[in-house]
């Protein structure tokens, strides 16, 4: 109860900020939304070109496909290893550490309070492009409350993807190099870029065991109704397997990470 009283707290806080710098807030999504309105037009443009579809996904499927990307994107932005850079080097992560809550709750609840003024944001911008291309895609209810429910359960496991990635930064100063890497990795695995299912078949098979297809292309494929209830069950299981794993070892290597940070600074 201590725990979620103090996300509480410290998800006020984040929304508190984000709150004051609205404008701010708005030119991001605006900036993370001109990606995925390019892959829509590009794909859409490709699959009327080629008969209708391309690899199992029609012309309207590409469409909704990106619009639904968008939610997605805007709410799994998680907390880049670059910050890690500046909180080790100058000496601000030790203003942390003497609090009782404990860092990654503290950076969890803060980008969980962002999302409330992200999505307020997102929804009007949405509306905008479902008007301007008019997909023809008609979830159920159940496929909504999946896929929102699908996003959030995304943002936390990107989330501990980015933070246990940041940690790196106590070993070495190239974390942003390490980073970069991940990111290409997350570009082409994720269906960030494209759908899986127009990449190769290993790449398909690869996506299938890292973490990066479902933070992103396994809650879209629900709501466009790519994946029916056992697929959607089967993607909640390697959401929660993947935070499961990851969280014990982003336990063990911060502990590690502490250790040498005190060893240093002494």
């Known amino acids: 109860m201590r725990l979620a009283n103090a996300y509480w707290v410290q998800a006020r806080l984040g929304l508190q900020a984000q709150?004051?710098?609205?404008?701010?807030?708005?030119?991001?999504?605006?900036?993370?939304?001109?990606?995925?309105?390019v892959y829509l037009v590009v794909w859409r443009t490709i699959a009327t070109a080629q008969g209708g579809a391309i690899a199992g996904y029609t012309a309207d499927e590409f469409v909704a496909y990106y619009i639904a990307w968008t939610l997605v994107r805007v709410?799994?932005?998680?907390?880049?290893?670059?910050?890690?850079?500046?909180r080790i080097q100058q000496g601000r992560i030790n203003d942390h550490l003497t609090t009782p809550l404990h860092l990654f709750h503290r950076d969890l609840a803060s980008f969980a309070g962002w999302k409330p003024v992200w999505i307020a944001w997102w929804i009007p911008l949405a509306s905008l492009l479902v008007l301007v291309f008019q997909p023809q895609i008609r979830p159920s209810l159940w496929q909504i409350l999946a896929f929102f429910g699908a996003v959030i359960t995304g943002f936390v496991l990107r989330f501990?993807?980015?933070?246990?990635?940041?940690?790196?930064?106590?070993?070495?100063?190239?974390a942003s190099a390490l980073f970069e890497i991940v990111t290409t990795a997350e570009l082409l695995l994720s269906?960030?870029?494209?759908?899986?299912?127009?990449?190769?078949?290993?790449?398909?098979?690869?996506?299938?065991?890292?973490?990066?297809k479902w933070t992103f292309q396994g809650p879209i494929e629900v709501v466009i109704g790519k994946t029916d209830a056992a697929g959607t069950a089967a993607m909640f299981g390697y959401q929660f397997l993947w935070i499961a794993a990851l969280g014990v070892l982003t336990a063990v290597v911060w502990k590690r990470a502490i250790r040498r940070y005190s060893a240093v600074g002494s």
């Open 160 to 174: 501990i993807v980015l933070w246990v990635l940041g940690l790196t930064a106590f070993w070495t100063t190239r």
């Open 19 to 37: 709150m004051q710098y609205r404008v701010a807030s708005l030119f991001s999504i605006l900036g993370f939304i001109i990606e995925p309105v």
């Open 191 to 212: 269906g960030r870029l494209v759908p899986l299912e127009l990449m190769p078949p290993w790449v398909q098979t690869l996506a299938n065991w890292l973490p990066f």
């Open 75 to 86: 709410t799994n932005i998680g907390l880049t290893p670059y910050v890690w850079d500046g």
